[in-house]
């Protein structure tokens, strides 16, 4: 285990990143109005990211200062820094979640969903497919009751499926 002031692999990169970030979103509001004046629409969004820059640049600066883990656990800092970031559940749902994006304009709001709840359950360590299918279907009905009767928001049928769902 890595020292208190030791530097975690990639915690560099990633100070680095957010600062990165933190200039561009600079950027972009100033890219709302300028600096007219004070009460211009851009300069809440222009003080918010100037805050996280000069924070940015101070945890940059902090972190630089700290030394380096030579190695992790036996591990070499690339092999690290990959596990710590890509833990595997992260990596499933987020799979999942791609999966549901795409599958949704081709199979439709309830068959995606559908899909992605049973894929949750089993990625959470859920193994009883059983119940996970009933659970994934009761919750599924009252969202889809809930949106179309209370909110009237018509969900995607998608176009694979045209004409068999109502």
């Keep these: 285990m890595p020292e208190k002031n030791q530097r975690l692999p990639g915690e560099l990169t990633f100070t680095v990143l957010l600062l990165l970030g933190s200039l561009f979103l600079l950027a972009q509001a100033y890219g709302i109005s300028g600096f007219e004046s004070i009460t211009s629409a851009g300069m809440f969004p222009m003080l918010s990211a100037l805050v996280m820059v000069l924070t940015g640049a101070w945890v940059v600066i902090r972190t630089r200062r700290t030394t380096p883990v030579e190695r992790v656990d036996g591990e070499t ?75 009237s928001v018509i969900l995607p049928k998608g ?5 068999v769902w109502p």
Excluded: D
């Design 77 to 151: 800092l690339t092999g690290a820094f990959a596990r710590q970031i890509t833990p595997s559940v992260f990596m499933g749902f987020t799979l999942a979640l791609l999966a549901f994006m795409f599958l949704l304009p081709k199979l439709g709001f309830v068959v995606s969903a559908y899909g992605f709840l049973l894929a949750s359950m089993r990625l959470l360590g859920s193994e009883r497919w059983g119940f996970n299918a009933l659970v994934s279907a009761a919750s599924l009905a009252v969202v889809f009751l809930i949106f179309q009767t209370v909110f």
């Design 159 to 163: 176009t694979w499926l045209v004409g």
